[in-house]
């Protein structure tokens, strides 16, 4: 009897060691993340897989910045307002792996502890996943919108493409940034961020001698994002977007 008992704990513990099998379907869709910072401490953070990834193909990734709301302790989280929203729309069939932090100090910020997370959590994603370097897409709202230029600003040979929502940079900085195709969106009406904040990074961009996309809403405020992420051309134009 005493024999039998030892087999059955040693099975047991054979199964619940048990290798994932190189055949096994990677887990998709919203994915919860932790990731742990140089100081022991964690911060949260989803990603989006592809239901059609399994690990054979490379697969183009977006960074996702929320707005100043989905800040930590905010009423909503950050897979609920903007990118994350729009991919539950096209869940079936969204060709991206998405990466979506959480600010805990209210910034995105290239110099803040907030922006380099991102960025880290962005790298612990490539490693996990397998990812095409050459095609990382940044994009963000409102906070987040500022982030993407911040961030593009700060780091300008990462990025395939930006997609800047309602946001604002310094448009003495454009030349950084005049390689990295650009589509902008923003709401005429937007009293939260002016309009005018959109505009002049555009202007100074052509300047600058690049050829931005530029969409803007009339007639609508601060919540320019449903209907930016909504737009499914944006997807086609980010698929076609790589660097040499």
């Not at 959480?102 to 959590?121: I, P, V, Y």
């Not at 902008?184 to 690049?210: N, P, Q, W």
């Not at 499914?232 to 134009?237: A, G, V």
């Amino acid at each position: 009897m005493r024999s039998l008992f030892l087999s059955a704990v040693v099975l047991l513990a054979l199964v619940a060691v048990r290798p994932v099998r190189a055949d096994e379907k990677p887990k998709t869709g919203f994915i919860d993340k932790t990731f742990k910072n140089a100081d022991g401490s964690t911060s949260p953070y989803v990603v989006f897989v592809p239901k059609s990834y399994d690990g054979t193909k490379e697969y183009p990734t977006i960074l996702f910045l929320h707005g100043s709301g989905e800040t930590k302790g905010g009423q909503k989280m950050p897979v609920e307002v903007g990118l994350g929203e729009a991919i539950k729309k096209r869940e079936a069939t969204f060709p991206f792996i998405v990466v979506i932090p959480q600010s805990e100090k209210r910034t995105w910020s290239a110099t803040s502890d907030d922006g380099k997370r991102a960025l880290a959590m962005l790298d612990a994603v490539q490693k996990e996943y397998k990812t095409d370097p050459k095609q990382q897409i940044l994009s963000g709202l409102s906070m987040g919108g500022y982030g993407t230029w911040s961030i593009a600003t700060a780091h300008p040979d990462r990025w395939a493409a930006i997609v800047p929502v309602c946001g604002g940079g310094n448009p003495k900085e454009a030349d950084k940034i005049k390689s990295i195709p650009c589509w902008c969106f923003h709401g005429d009406a937007d009293t939260a961020v002016k309009v005018e904040r959109s505009r002049e990074m555009i202007d100074a961009l052509k300047k600058a001698g690049a050829e931005p996309k530029y969409t803007e809403y009339p007639k609508v405020g601060h919540n320019s994002w449903d209907m930016a992420y909504g737009t499914d051309e944006l997807y086609k134009w980010l698929l076609g977007q790589k660097k040499k």
